[in-house]
């Protein structure tokens, strides 16, 4: 797993990403599914009634499944990745965390999504949209895509707030045409008005776009809320409110409160048909290009 420190010293988002997928197929081809990693790579399953004439018998012989090989022309999705930039993505503020990871991830799709020869569209927003690009799949678009994520990494900026909502409800008007709509945000807007957060994401489901959330956290601490018991000053990041406490005054009812709008998260989530991924910046990048090449099978 990569060091998220590190990431931030080391920069080259491009080349990052570029090593997190070539080792995440690499792994695929040592496990149990090493037909997925074929498919993922040049190949889509054969379908039952179609020309046999493209079926790849070597592949076959090594997976003993039919898949097919696709070509230049099969790009047939388009894909909106979304990263929420408000200050609370900058937490744990040693390593930026979940902004780093974000970052990260989306490069990472972006570069599956270049190898697949998809379209795809870079959109960050904290109280409003901030960067958006245009949807293509061409590699000097990706590489600009690269460059965004690169600023973004290198460039923190404290006291933003969260406007997932407004940006949701803007995205899902601006989006003409079917597409996947991959969000990473830690969803930290309003938690006490949840019905406004599900009426956005339900907006784009009902524009007939597919939606996959990648709810981005800390889990050890906010979640668990796992600190050591001593005196803290917590510092809100996008008010700038600070708050002195001992973490055991306190846990109690922040875990009953952050677990509540976890549990409706998941629930609003299941009932709109919108993909919920649980990412916890501890468990590296596997677990997101995992969840996305099985939902974009199911596009296929």
């Not at 001593?230 to 009812?253: A, M, N, W």
Request: aromatic letters at 12%; hydrophobic letters at 35%.
């Amino acid at each position: 797993m990569l060091d998220l420190v590190k990431i931030r010293e080391y920069g080259n988002v491009e080349f990052l990403a570029k090593q997190l997928v070539e080792g995440f197929i690499t792994g695929l081809h040592k496990s149990p599914f090493h037909g997925f990693s074929v498919e993922f790579a040049e190949h889509r399953l054969y379908n039952t009634g179609e020309s046999t004439r493209y079926i790849d018998w070597k592949v076959f012989g090594k997976t003993d499944r039919l898949y097919v090989k696709r070509y230049e022309e099969e790009t047939n999705l388009r894909c909106h990745l979304l990263i929420d930039t408000s200050s609370s993505m900058y937490y744990p503020e040693k390593s930026n965390g979940k902004m780093t990871f974000s970052i990260m991830a989306a490069g990472a799709l972006a570069y599956t999504l270049q190898k697949q020869r998809d379209a795809v569209s870079l959109t960050t927003f904290s109280e409003g949209i901030e960067i958006q690009t245009p949807i293509k799949s061409t590699p000097s678009h990706i590489h600009k895509i690269f460059l965004d994520l690169e600023s973004l990494l290198q460039k923190p900026k404290p006291n933003k707030r969260t406007s997932v909502v407004e940006t949701l409800h803007e995205i899902a008007e601006k989006i003409h045409k079917r597409s996947l709509v991959v969000i990473f945000s830690d969803m930290f807007d309003d938690i006490a008005n949840t019905e406004r957060l599900f009426s956005a994401m339900q907006h784009l489901r009902h524009n007939l776009h597919e939606v996959l959330l990648f709810h981005v956290t800390d889990k050890n601490t906010e979640e668990e809320f796992n600190f050591d018991e001593r005196p803290y000053e917590f510092i809100d990041l996008e008010t700038g409110e600070k708050v002195k406490v001992q973490p055991s005054q306190v846990k109690s009812h922040y875990q009953a409160a952050i677990k509540e709008f976890y549990h409706d998260l998941r629930l609003k989530c299941g009932q709109y048909k919108i993909d919920f991924v649980e990412a916890d910046i501890s468990q590296g990048f596997d677990q997101i290009l995992s969840a996305f090449l099985v939902k974009r099978g199911k596009m296929k």
